[in-house]
């Protein structure tokens, strides 16, 4: 099982929808969460973190359940500049704390 | 504020040449590393260095070398290239400790190589 497993997409959506994303992660020992934007043949771009909590950023937002080992991303009112692909990033423990593990991604189109 | 520069952006070898993918940053954060993107895997860690004169190894180091003489460079060395590095190289870095849970990182714009 791949530590970081994600929705295979792609998504195409008119304007104006609401898409989720979900993703799952294996290490129960993950202790931080990003959701990522990639546009085609650029770099990968932090959108926003994720919190126990929840988190929303305008038209985003982001839920974490530990006891599932699930994290999920919401955009609403989709925007053609919406149009990327979307990573989960797990931030798991190494020696020094810092080991990033990138799902594979999910791509949306959002059409006009 | 450049953030991380990667050079070159593209690059062709040939199948046994070496040469070296330069990484810098301007932020002052103690970890960098690099990245491997390939369709339908993912980014995979290669190196990463936690500060000037420590590195380690990540997920697919073999045919990789690294080294950190400064805290702003990172350059990755393809020691003999094989059509299997032809692949997307992104640098990347990020504060250590506290911070990287809070900000993750920031990518360079990435290296395109072509091994044939």
């Known amino acids: 099982r791949k530590e970081v497993e994600q929705d295979p997409g792609p998504f195409n959506v008119p304007e104006g929808a609401t898409v989720a994303f979900n993703c799952t992660y294996s290490?129960?020992?993950?202790?931080?969460f990003f959701w990522y934007r990639q546009d085609c043949r650029k770099e990968p771009k932090l959108l926003m973190s994720v919190y126990s909590s929840g988190n929303e950023d305008g038209r985003f937002t982001a839920q974490l359940n530990r006891a599932s080992q699930y994290i999920s991303l919401l955009i609403r009112d989709s925007k053609l500049s919406d149009s990327a692909t979307y990573l989960c990033v797990v931030k798991g423990r190494d020696n020094y704390g810092q080991n990033f593990v990138f799902g594979p991604g999910t791509r949306l189109s959002v059409l006009p | 504020n450049a953030g991380v520069t990667q050079t070159p952006k593209f690059q062709v070898l040939k199948t046994g040449q070496s040469m070296t993918l330069q990484c810098a940053q301007d932020m002052n954060h103690e970890y960098m590393s690099w990245y491997r993107q390939d369709p339908g895997m993912g980014l995979r860690l290669i190196h990463y260095?936690?500060?000037?004169?420590?590195?380690d190894q990540g997920e697919v180091p073999n045919g990789y070398n690294v080294s950190r003489s400064t805290t702003e460079d990172f350059p990755l060395r393809l020691l003999s290239a094989a059509p299997s590095q032809t692949s997307v190289y992104f640098c990347?870095?990020?504060?250590?400790?506290?911070?990287?849970?809070?900000?993750?990182?920031?990518f360079g714009s990435g290296t395109r190589l072509t091994v044939v």
């Open positions: 260095s936690v500060g000037a004169g420590i590195t």
């Open positions: 990347a870095s990020s504060y250590s400790g506290q911070g990287a849970s809070y900000y993750g990182y920031t």
């Open positions: 290490n129960s020992a993950s202790q931080s």
